[in-house]
């Protein structure tokens, strides 16, 4: 493995690890509120729709096409999340369920929406998709210019720009207090006065935002068109990061990234020689044994928000 | 996890029965709102359902059974399926791996009826009980790592299914040998659970013997769950671990052992879509759905074996339905779209006993609405 192909590797696991941080963000906020959210994989398939379709119709008018389907998966997602946000929070349905409910919901409607616009099983081929971008200056820095600066996807800076947004609005704004005591004890923020259905409501919301973009992101940048496999289980790696980064922004970018190479390496094990014995179909399924492994590994040590996935319930003491 | 439990006073039975029932009355008024917005009928729809269920088209006047077979060959699969997801959330245990159970099944049937040769009532009954342990094998995966190390299982069976899959593809075009890059060879005679006096009473539908081990696989459900002293232990495990723990069970063995039993219902239902259905392994591009529909299927019916009967022919309906719904202009994917929004009022089982909670009341002392429910927001 020589270091002109790891400069090579580079940018493609960061267009893989891209969405992957994003979705996973987007579980952070909800998760620290205290509603888990399983249903991110849907809000992906979702926000990966609309950002297909906007694109497809408007290419033709504007070249900031893909941008607005990128907006377009982001409100997309959070009209979804509300759903989840809704039964979960006012109906005090079981988290897991009404998550599930949505990912079931997510591949019928986006594939039902699909054959009415486009009258087929899928969206129609977009001809570019997001455009990459190389960073004048910065590419010229030896070793990391050729790395992260040249020829890239710009959601990739969106994705970094994120994790410090979130870290920002998480751990350093009086919002970010107030969320997190929402997912550790709501009984006691609410005590203080704090209004934990507002509070859950924006950490399911923000989730679907985030979700929706790493939906779109995803379409826009690894693929031609939105299909029922676009999103492929990204949404539950995701999950994993989350749990492998401790609901910690920074800890979820390295996380991400982690699945982000492990999804690369089906593509250049063939050109290394230890590797290229091995069947293409293994390579395939590593990221999703890791994810399990990363699980196993972290289990014990990793703490979530402590009322994640309990039903609020004001009278419990 | 309270899915599955029977509340003690009078009106608990009813209320099991009641709340399903209104989530798929509300999924199927959801669906015809949905089709009716994207300017299609609702009316083709429900005359295709029909038509899924009786083999009876209105508009011809005409009558197929084909389409009653049809309605069984989709029902079988999630009806296991359901099984699956019901037997492991009745010991709580939220398993959505039903899917890649199912696969390593029918590919363990593939590897018997490839490999073995045997007259057909040896070789049928090894294919099956070879699927079955490796559902159970795949299942008892994340029973061991949930009992051992408190993994959350949603996740560890979803990368499962993914895992599954890739697995599946390649033992069936590398070890097996494929023509087309697809399917397998074809099964012997006697590894399939085809019959042609079953097709031809069905007018030339895929009905086959696979009902008989499906119909089977509910009454042991029932059996194991609700009259022996272990399904006792496995409900016990259910409704409290600490409480099942304390009064001395082995919660830990306990949920390694119904996640195999689970995923044994799942790998039977692999090996009979593979011998039954199909005749030859498949590879897959992508999972095939039938474990969320196992999902849907035991939480409309409430994980009780004769709620995941009707529950299991309800959604094989419309499944059945799909082809005429397209044949109509009707996007199957309608019966989807239907399908999640059943299983979302059943989980806003809470909102849904309220209003009929409330109705209750009204109707026997005319009382006034509770305040709480402008809040419940129902």
Known sequence: ?317 | MTMGKKKKNGSGRLDAVLVPLIAVLLGFLVGSIFLLFTGKSPLLMFNAMLQGVTGINIAMRSFNPRYIGELVIQAMPIILTGLCFGFAARTGIFNIGAEGQMMVGSLAATAVALTVKAPAFIHVPMILAAGMMAGALWGAVPGFLKARFNVHEVVVTIMLNYVALHFNNWTILNVFGSVDRVKTAQFPQSALLKSPWLESLTNGSRLNWGFVPVLIAIVAYWFILEKTTFGFGLRAVGYNKDGAKYAGMKVNRNIVVSMMIAGAFAGLAGAIITTGTFSFGRALSAAEGYGFDGLAVALVGACQASGILLAGLLFGMLKAAGPLMQSNGIPKEIGGIIMASIVLFVAMKYGIERIVTIVKLRRTKGLALPTETEEAGV
């Not at chain 1, 790395?147 to 720009?161: G, K, N, Q, S």
């Open chain 1, 1 to 317: 493995m020589s270091l002109g192909m790891v400069l090579q590797m580079f940018p493609i696991a960061l267009m893989f690890g891209a969405p992957i941080v994003m979705a996973a963000l987007g579980g952070l906020f909800s998760e620290r509120s205290g509603v888990s959210n399983i249903a991110l994989e849907g809000i992906m398939m979702v926000g990966a729709f609309a950002g297909a379709s906007v694109t497809v119709v408007l290419e033709p008018l504007t070249p900031m096409a893909p941008w607005f389907g990128l907006l377009t998966g982001i409100v997309s997602g959070m009209l979804f999340s509300m759903i989840h946000a809704f039964t979960s929070i006012h109906l005090k349905a079981d988290q897991v369920i009404s998550a599930t409910a949505l990912n079931i919901l997510a591949g019928g409607l986006t594939v039902y929406l699909c054959q009415i616009l486009f009258t087929q099983q899928r969206t129609r081929a977009f001809s570019y998709g997001l455009r990459k971008i190389t960073v004048p200056g910065l590419e010229k820095i030896p070793i990391i210019g050729p790395m992260l600066f040249y020829e890239m996807y710009p959601t990739f800076y969106v994705a970094i720009v994120l994790v410090v947004l979130t870290w920002f609005v998480v751990f350093k704004t009086p919002f970010g207090l107030r969320l997190r005591s929402c997912g550790e004890h709501p009984q006691a923020a609410a005590s203080m006065g704090i209004n934990v259905y507002a509070m859950r409501y924006a950490g399911v919301v923000l989730s679907g935002a985030l979700a929706g973009l790493a939906g779109a992101t995803m379409v826009l940048t690894q693929d031609i068109q939105y299909t029922l496999t676009s999103i492929h289980g990204t949404g539950f790696i995701a999950m994993a990061s989350l749990v492998f980064g401790k609901w910690n922004p920074w800890g979820v970018l390295g996380a991400g990234m982690f699945f982000g190479f492990s999804q690369v390496l089906s593509f250049y094990a063939k050109d290394i020689p230890f590797l290229s014995s091995l069947p293409q179909e293994m390579f395939y399924a590593l990221p999703y044994v890791l994810t399990i492994v990363a699980l196993v590994v972290f289990a014990g040590k990793s703490v979530g928000p402590k009322a994640a996935g309990e039903i609020y319930d004001q009278g419990k003491r």
